[in-house]
């Protein structure tokens, strides 16, 4: 089996996938790159769209990373580069409970949320609505992904510890 070195991460604002990430890079030795550490500037203004896309394309030109967060404008950039996806479905009310949770011990490292506000909430209740249908179809449209769906911790937590037994 050929060893898995490009990883992209989606799901809901809440559901883990930087600190995720972060322990799959370290377990992996892979760069890891939160997308909302380069979609925004230091003081949270938002990057222009073109120079996002080209840092992502940048990142997706490197050998091996992780890449999380979701920017679904340029959602298949990374879809289409990845050896596997994995789509954090964990229940909205446990995103909801963690990005209230994170506003009191924000990291900085990973980027980000600062603050909630109604078009969070929204976009976390709406997610699965407005985008599952544009990720079946680039699951279709690229069936080389190895497309893995957690939809609980222990699903995060299991795969990580399957990685370090089975040296990926």
Same mark, same amino acid.
């Given at each position: 089996?050929?060893?898995?070195?490009?990883?992209?991460?989606?799901?809901?604002? %809440?559901?883990?996938? &930087? @600190? *995720?990430?972060?322990?799959?890079? =370290?377990?992996?030795?892979?760069?890891?790159? +939160?997308?909302?550490?380069?979609?925004?500037?230091?003081?949270?203004?938002?990057?222009?769209?073109?120079?996002?896309?080209?840092?992502?394309?940048?990142?997706?030109?490197?050998?091996?990373?992780?890449?999380? %967060?979701?920017?679904? &404008? @340029? *959602?298949?950039?990374?879809?289409? =580069?990845?050896?596997?996806?994995?789509?954090? +479905?964990?229940?909205?009310?446990?995103?909801?409970?963690?990005?209230?949770?994170?506003?009191?011990?924000?990291?900085?490292?990973?980027?980000?949320?600062?603050?909630?506000?109604?078009?969070?909430?929204?976009?976390?209740?709406?997610?699965?609505?407005?985008?599952?249908?544009?990720?079946?179809?680039?699951?279709?449209?690229?069936? +080389?992904?190895?497309?893995?769906?957690?939809?609980?911790?222990?699903?995060?937590?299991?795969?990580?510890?399957?990685?370090?037994?089975?040296?990926?």
């Amino acid at each position: 089996m050929t060893k898995q070195k490009r990883f992209a991460l989606i799901g809901l604002p %809440g559901s883990g996938k &930087s @600190t *995720f990430a972060a322990k799959l890079g =370290k377990l992996l030795n892979i760069p890891v790159h +939160h997308l909302d550490k380069h979609m925004f500037e230091p003081d949270g203004k938002k990057r222009d769209k073109q120079e996002f896309i080209s840092i992502q394309k940048a990142i997706l030109d490197e050998e091996s990373w992780i890449v999380e %967060g979701c920017s679904f &404008s @340029t *959602f298949e950039m990374r879809f289409a =580069k990845t050896d596997t996806l994995i789509y954090f +479905h964990f229940p909205r009310s446990v995103c909801i409970w963690r990005i209230f949770k994170r506003l009191f011990n924000h990291n900085k490292a990973f980027g980000g949320l600062r603050a909630v506000n109604w078009g969070i909430l929204k976009y976390i209740w709406n997610f699965d609505k407005e985008k599952r249908e544009r990720i079946e179809e680039l699951k279709k449209k690229y069936p +080389h992904v190895n497309f893995l769906i957690f939809s609980s911790q222990s699903n995060a937590d299991n795969y990580l510890l399957a990685l370090r037994f089975n040296d990926c």
